[in-house]
């Protein structure tokens, strides 16, 4: 069974641009996390989608957004980039989310300059 | 506050030995569980072990095994015979439930862990 896919996995965007980020989860998964990677603050988590609903939602400002589809897939969305987004952008799957762990994917780092 | 407590930034152990990592973790909700993720330098996390709050055994998965004492709210993570390949970063994480939604995970801050020759 393949394992969670992100697209790209390296990005380099000037401040002010906007930027996508894909991730497709494993096969029959219909949760999917997002969670940004930082040296100063770690790993915080973003958003969980479930069923193309967002069921939760981190403490980060509005220009972070996403979205599921139908087959699972996300996407996740920043705009208005600053300097401090540059982070390592990680994606994880589960089957219900809850207590099933979550298997991550190899992740979109984003540099932004 | 804290949720989870890392208290090791980083640790060396010789190969063949036994290493054990420390987390320990504060939540007031009876149900939660615990996680135990490995990050090589290529920056994927990788699952190695989970914790409910209301299993009654250490969780195993072959050289990983969890060490849970629910009332001290510690679980540490202990690798057996370490080998090269497990010097990486190590997160412990915690999901609570938060209301209707089955909440997300918290990581703590980790642990690198140099395995020696």
């Known amino acids: 069974k393949a394992g969670v896919t992100q697209t790209p996995r390296y990005l380099i965007k000037t401040r002010g641009q906007q930027v996508t980020l894909s991730c497709s989860p494993i096969?029959?998964?219909?949760?999917v996390s997002w969670y940004q990677q930082t040296p100063g603050q770690g790993l915080q988590f973003l958003f969980e989608?479930?069923?193309?609903?967002?069921?939760n939602k981190g403490n980060f400002p509005g220009r972070f957004s996403g979205r599921q589809f139908s087959n699972s897939r996300s996407e996740m969305n920043v705009s208005t980039l600053e300097l401090g987004d540059s982070a390592l952008y990680l994606c994880?799957?589960?089957?219900?989310?809850?207590?099933?762990?979550?298997?991550f994917g190899p992740g979109t780092r984003l540099t932004v300059t | 506050a804290q949720k989870i407590t890392q208290t090791q930034p980083g640790m060396f152990v010789q190969e063949k030995e036994a290493v054990t990592l420390d987390c320990t973790y504060d939540?007031?909700?009876?149900?939660?569980?615990l996680f135990w993720y490995k990050q090589p330098s290529s920056g994927e996390m990788i699952f190695l072990i989970y914790?409910?709050?209301?299993?009654?055994q250490n969780a195993t998965e072959g050289r990983y095994s969890l060490n849970f004492q629910k009332a001290r709210k510690s679980a540490n993570l202990v690798i057996s015979a370490s080998q090269l390949g497990d010097s990486a970063m190590y997160f412990c994480?915690?999901?609570?439930?938060?209301?209707?939604?089955?909440?997300?995970?918290?990581f703590g801050k980790g642990t690198k862990l140099s395995v020696k020759p």
């Open positions: 994880a799957s589960s089957l219900e989310g809850g207590a099933y762990e979550q298997y």
């Open positions: 096969s029959g998964h219909r949760s």
């Open positions: 989608y479930f069923s193309e609903t967002q069921r």
């Open positions: 939540t007031s909700d009876p149900s939660y569980g």
């Open positions: 914790q409910g709050s209301y299993d009654q």
């Open positions: 994480a915690m999901r609570e439930r938060r209301g209707g939604s089955q909440g997300n995970l918290i």
